[in-house]
Every structure is written in C-alpha cells, then in structure tokens.
T-cell receptor, first 117, second 114 residues
Framework: QQQVKQSPQSLIVQKGGISIINCAYE??????FPWYQQFPGKGPALLIA?????SEKKEGRFTISFNKSAKQFSLHIMDSQPGDSATYFC????????????????FGQGTILTVHP | DADVTQTPRNRITKTGKRIMLECSQT?????MYWYRQDPGLGLRLIYY???????NKGEISDGYSVSRQAQAKFSLSLESAIPNQTALYFC?????????????FGSGTRLTVV
C-alpha cells in the first residue's frame, strides 16, 4: 500500500508555464517532506523540503505548499523551463533523530515533467 | 569522483543467477540504504544499515540480501535472480546530523533479468 500518493504520473507544460505536482500522505508520523529531482541516468537529488509547521516554502522558482489538516503537499514550478524536464518525486520521513525510522524515506510514485520550448 | 559510487552501472543476467550490486561512499556517512525504482511505483526501500553492525529490512526485502563490509561499503545481492527483479537500483547514504539534507544517492544500477 502506497503511503505517499503522487499525481499526476506525467505532465506536459509549455515554457514559462506553471507546473504543479501533488502528493498526499497517510502516516501522521511523517514530519518532513522533501522533493527530489531526477535526470536520466542520475540518482534523485534533493530539490526543496518542508516541515509541517509552515504552510509554504519558496526557493527560487520552486515552491512547496503544505496543508497539514488535509495531509497534502504540492510542488509548484513557476516559469517552467526546458531544463526542468525531469522526474520529480515527493517523499516523506519521520525526521526524529535517534528513532529507528529516522532517515528512511517513503517516496511517491513519481511525475515525469516535460517542458516544451 | 562521485561521493556514492555504484557498480556495475548496467547489468543483464539470466534467471536463477546470483548477482551482487556494490556501493561505496566517500561521504563518511554511517547510514546506507538500497532502494529499487520501478516506473509508476517510485523508489522503495529494500534494506538499510545504520552502522556496520546494524542491518535492517525495508519494505521489499524478499529475494534480496545485503552485506555491510565496512562503513564505506554496502552490497546488495540477489541470490537467485528472477525477471520481476528487473529494475533500477539506487544506493544512498545519509548523515544523522543533517536529516534529509544529508541524503546522497548514487547514479544507479540498471539491472535486467532475462
């Protein structure tokens, strides 16, 4: 059973448009929510992450919106560029130092983003 | 040189064969992980190790085994490979003190079982 559900599976956006990827989680023990970007032939790389005590975090063109009551979070890519074309994964982890679950990431299914020039 | 190195990068093997995927790191991290990536399923945790003497099963450990030979080396074995183990495999390391910001993935091993 997928504990983190991600949608859409694929997304096509025109250059300059906004890309939006959504995730929902079930486990209330999750308390840290990173997003990863993966290019072909590479491993995932951390893009941006958020804690549930804030509703939004922005880094450049990338913004995470977080709705704790709905257990949902989303990634918005503003002014999408062809270089943003990649697979994006949301993830969740119980970020409690010292616990046995610490550091274990649970991933969503992934979204393949294509940005057309 | 990459911080997390996986070998081989690509491998084709036959059903029933034993195969080992290797991972080495220069990050100095205690924690190491093996994930499997399948289209539409994301990455799923196979095994993880918090130090050399600590090995733990992840959510999909059946059919796999691991060995933590040293702090820097963590190997994944398929004792008798089967076609549904065809996937992209990633090794990762993490730093206890940096949480998700200390997580580093290798470039992956693409395994095909025929």
């Amino acid at each position: 059973q997928q504990q983190v559900k991600q949608s859409p599976q694929s997304l096509i956006v025109q250059k300059g448009g906004i890309s939006i990827i959504n995730c929902a989680y079930e486990n209330t023990a999750f308390d840290y929510f990173p997003w990863y970007q993966q290019f072909p032939g590479k491993g995932p790389a951390l893009l941006i992450a958020i804690r549930p005590d804030v509703s939004e975090k922005k880094e450049g063109r990338f913004t995470i919106s977080f709705n704790k009551s709905a257990k949902q979070f989303s990634l918005h890519i503003m002014d999408s560029q062809p270089g943003d074309s990649a697979t994006y994964f949301c993830a969740a982890t119980p970020n409690h130092a010292g616990g046995t679950s610490y550091g274990k990431l649970t991933f969503g299914q992934g979204t393949i983003l294509t940005v057309h020039p | 040189d990459a911080d997390v190195t996986q070998t081989p990068r690509n491998r084709i093997t036959k059903t029933g064969k034993r195969i080992m995927l290797e991972c080495s790191q220069t990050k100095g991290h205690d924690r190491m992980y093996w994930y499997r990536q399948d289209p539409g399923l994301g990455l799923r945790l196979i095994y993880y190790s918090f130090d050399v003497k600590d090995i733990n099963k992840g959510e999909i450990s059946d059919g796999y085994s691991v060995s933590r030979q040293a702090q820097a080396k963590f190997s994944l074995s398929l004792e008798s490979a089967i076609p549904n183990q065809t996937a992209l495999y990633f090794c990762a390391t993490s730093d206890l003190n940096r949480g998700v910001y200390g997580y580093t993935f290798g470039s992956g091993t693409r395994l095909t079982v025929v």
